[in-house]
């Protein structure tokens, strides 16, 4: 059983940044995959960022070079850097661990970005 807590979402401007964290309940170092999904509304959740255990990333083609997924182990921690934020960004986004078949997720933290 792993608990997903997000933080660090808001509203900023087009062209900021933002820094999603995510704090598990468990050591991380061994969770298969761990990511970040988002969810705008009248759509459906879609892939982000992921990290598999062995260091291993995958973004989404849209936020290539603009967001980047690292994780603290030692905080038990995973992070979304979001750079150069475009209004198309914006939705509630949600971590994801994904360990042994079984996905936990977070509640969600809503990103809003103005034009």
């Known amino acids: 059983q792993v608990h997903l807590v997000e933080s660090g979402g808001g509203l900023v401007q087009a062209g900021g940044s933002l820094r999603l964290s995510c704090a598990a309940s468990r050591n991380i170092f061994s969770i298969n995959v761990m990511g970040w999904y988002r969810q705008a509304p009248g759509k459906q959740r879609e892939l982000v960022a992921t990290?598999?255990?062995?260091?291993?990333?995958n973004y989404a083609d849209s936020v290539k070079g603009r967001f980047t997924i690292t994780r603290d182990i030692s905080e038990d921690t995973v992070y979304l850097q979001m750079n150069s934020l475009k209004p198309e960004d914006t939705a509630v986004y949600y971590c994801?661990?994904?360990?042994?078949?079984?996905?936990?997720w977070g509640q969600g933290t809503q990103v809003t970005v103005s034009s």
């Open positions: 990290r598999t255990n062995l260091g291993s990333r």
């Open positions: 994801n661990a994904r360990h042994n078949g079984d996905d936990y």
